[in-house]
């Protein structure tokens, strides 16, 4: 029989939490994508010992203790490209010798696994306040609203560098922290440009620039792509236009 999955902690709290606001053991279930039975036997064990970690149990004690666990979840915390390797030489050096894969298999009842890193533009403090910014200005925005914005942009796409897959330690759904991504930059080995644009309606024109762009360039590449792929994705009248702040996007000539 195959051995049963056992639940994060923060799981088992959610079942808690939402056990106590009434809801349905079958119902939490559905909500959580656990079996009903799992569900039911996680609330009687809070019900009966107010807990809902593992009680002890008979067999050979773990590997790690409590307080290795806690060394290990600090470090990981702290970076979490932390490798297996690294986890294993700070716990000898502690005087715990444990395997590579014991390290995987006590992350995993701490609710962690290695993940790939996600890749994300690299972005300075200020470049996330103004993106803040501009979101919180258009919270309220509708989906007609936004199927009526162009969006445009120029970008150097990698030809030849490097595209290792990174892992990081990580919990479910925090894959766009900030420890747990990988900045990109637009510049490679080899690359060429491009400018291209989209609405909500689908992609506009996207076409190559073979030569350095400037303010002038820039205005032709617009005169040229930009009205016909308004057209093509049939925009409506008042539609808005949406770049970045780039220099030769806010020339005055660019805007007339």
């Known amino acids: 029989m195959a051995k049963t999955k056992e639940l994060s902690k923060d799981t088992r709290k959610s079942i808690v939490e939402l056990h106590q606001t009434g809801k349905s053991e079958s119902t939490i279930g559905k909500q959580l994508g656990v079996k009903k039975s799992t569900v039911g036997a996680i609330i009687r064990k809070w019900k009966t010992y107010k807990t809902t970690d593992n009680l002890p149990r008979s067999g050979a004690p773990r590997k790690i203790s409590s307080r290795g666990v806690k060394m290990i979840m600090?470090?990981?915390?702290?970076?979490?490209?932390?490798?297996?390797?690294?986890?294993?030489?700070d716990l000898q050096r502690a005087g715990t010798k444990v395997t590579k894969v014991t390290i995987s298999n006590t992350l995993q009842r701490q609710g962690i696994k290695s993940r790939s890193a996600r890749r994300v533009p690299l972005l300075k403090p200020v470049h996330v306040?103004?993106?803040?910014?501009?979101?919180?200005?258009?919270?309220?925005?509708?989906?007609?609203?936004?199927?009526?914005?162009?969006?445009?942009?120029?970008?150097k796409v990698e030809l030849f560098g490097i595209n290792s897959t990174h892992r990081v330690w990580r919990k479910q759904n925090t894959e766009l922290h900030p420890k747990n991504t990988i900045p990109t930059v637009k510049h490679g080995g080899g690359n060429i440009m491009l400018w291209g644009c989209f609405s909500a309606k689908g992609t506009g024109r996207l076409i190559r620039v073979k030569d350095r762009m400037n303010g002038a360039m820039y205005r032709e590449i617009l005169s040229q792509n930009l009205l016909p792929s308004v057209r093509t994705l049939k925009m409506k009248r008042g539609w808005v236009f949406q770049h970045d702040n780039d220099p030769k996007h806010t020339a005055r000539a660019t805007k007339e």
Do not use: C, I, Y
């Open 74 to 89: 600090r470090t990981v915390s702290k970076d979490p490209r932390t490798t297996r390797g690294d986890l294993v030489n």
């Open 129 to 155: 306040q103004a993106r803040l910014k501009f979101a919180r200005e258009h919270m309220d925005d509708t989906a007609e609203d936004w199927e009526n914005v162009m969006w445009s942009d120029e970008t």
